[in-house]
Each structure stands twice: as structure tokens, then as C-alpha cells.
T-cell receptor, first 114, second 111 residues
């Protein structure tokens, strides 16, 4: 099956700093990648759709200047949480789209902002 | 806004029992996926169903896509403790490959 990796798996940072999360599709090329946020015991909430070579499409209510997305190649998308605050603490998950719109998910990144 | 309602939200059963999880919507989907997620990890794909009325079997798991492609079910036979996790259905509409995720069903299987 398709493999998607995320790095780092866990990150703790101070309030006001920026954090970059990488998402890589390891064995296939992904024109489209997605970024989700998940709160404890809840389902996934789509934040944005990342398209290779173009600007990301953000969901309503997601601040594009706070959550910067870059999809520079067919195998790499990055999410940068800028000026992080404690309320940004969450589980961030990326996915890459394959056949039949099936999405293959990374293992997630636990962000804790102190 | 498209919604996918899953039921039940939470299910606690003993090993060996059978169970069914339902995923319902008023919207039509071009495909539907089922995922299982364990705490602290990303969702793992179980199956993708594409054709209305399609039935797929994966060992003790049976997935069905409704004839109208608006709903789906997951049936687990003789549940095992390893089946414990959060089960998520997700429907695709073919628009920018976005998925609409269900509300989730948390399954706990005990000895």
C-alpha cells in the first residue's frame, strides 16, 4: 500500500515560535495532499488542500497566514504553524490522494505549544 | 455542508461478538472509504468501495456500499481485541479529491 510519512512525530514549542511539519509520499507521486487537524476523541477536520505547484485551498475558518502550506514537489508538502499559541496544540495529520480519491494518511504530528 | 453520520458513536463489546457500524448521508458519493485509527496514529485505510451495492470482504470485515451510494455499513464478525479503535467512514464527491469524514465510531473489544 501507499506510504506517507510525517516529521516530526512530536514537537513541543514555546508560544510565539513557528513550527514546520513535513509530509512525504514515499512510494508514489501525489499531486494533491491534505492537512487535517484532530482534537481528542473527535473525527478529522480538513484544514486545507495542497496542490503541487499552486496555492493551497483553505477551508472556511482556517487562517491561511497562520497555517502556511507549501507543496513544492509531487512528494512533499509542508505545514508551518506561525506564531504558535497554546490553542494551536493539536494532532495534525496529512494525507496524499491516490486512485478513486482514496487518501493515504501519515502517522500524524502531536504539537504542544507551551 | 455534507454530513456523514455514523452510528453508533461508541460500542463496547466482548470478544467473539458481531457488530455493525453504519455510515449515512443525504449526499451521493463517488467513492467511500473506511479507515481505522488507533490513539496517536494516523488513520489506516481498510477499504474503498466505488460501485452502488458493492460488497467487499476483508477477512472478518464486510463492507457494503448502498445502492444509491449515500450510505455504507461495516460488519465485523467474531470481534477480537485487536479490532479496538476509532472507525471512520469518508466519502468522496470527486471535487478536488476532498473527503467528507464521518463522525466516527469508537469500538472497544474486551476479553
Amino acid at each position: 500500500g501507499a506510504v506517507v510519512s510525517q516529521h516530526p512525530s512530536r514537537v513541543i514549542c514555546k508560544s510565539g515560535t513557528s513550527v514546520k511539519i513535513e509530509c512525504r509520499s514515499l512510494d508514489f507521486q501525489a499531486t494533491t495532499m491534505f492537512w487535517y487537524r484532530q482534537f481528542p476523541k473527535q473525527s478529522l477536520m480538513l484544514m486545507a488542500t495542497s496542490n503541487e505547484g499552486s496555492k493551497a485551498t483553505y477551508e472556511q475558518g482556517v487562517e491561511k497566514d497562520k497555517f502556511l502550506i507549501n507543496h513544492a514537489s509531487l512528494t512533499l508538502s509542508t505545514l508551518t504553524v506561525t506564531s504558535a499559541h497554546p490553542e494551536d496544540s493539536s494532532f495534525y495529520i496529512c494525507s496524499a490522494s491516490g486512485k478513486w480519491d482514496t487518501q493515504y494518511f501519515g502517522p500524524g504530528t502531536r504539537l504542544t505549544v507551551l | 455542508t455534507q454530513l456523514l453520520e455514523q452510528s453508533p458513536q461508541f460500542l463496547s463489546i466482548q470478544e467473539g461478538e458481531n457488530l455493525t457500524v453504519y455510515c449515512n448521508s443525504s449526499s451521493v458519493f463517488s467513492s467511500l472509504q473506511w479507515y481505522r485509527q488507533e490513539p496517536g496514529e494516523g488513520p489506516v485505510l481498510l477499504v474503498t468501495v466505488v460501485t452502488g451495492g458493492e460488497v467487499k470482504k476483508l477477512k472478518r470485515l464486510t463492507f457494503q456500499f448502498g445502492d444509491a451510494r449515500k450510505d455504507s455499513s461495516l460488519h465485523i464478525t467474531a470481534a477480537q481485541t485487536g479490532d479496538t479503535g476509532l472507525y471512520l467512514c469518508a466519502g468522496a464527491t470527486g471535487t478536488a479529491s476532498k473527503l467528507t469524514f464521518g463522525t466516527g465510531t469508537r469500538l472497544q473489544v474486551t476479553l
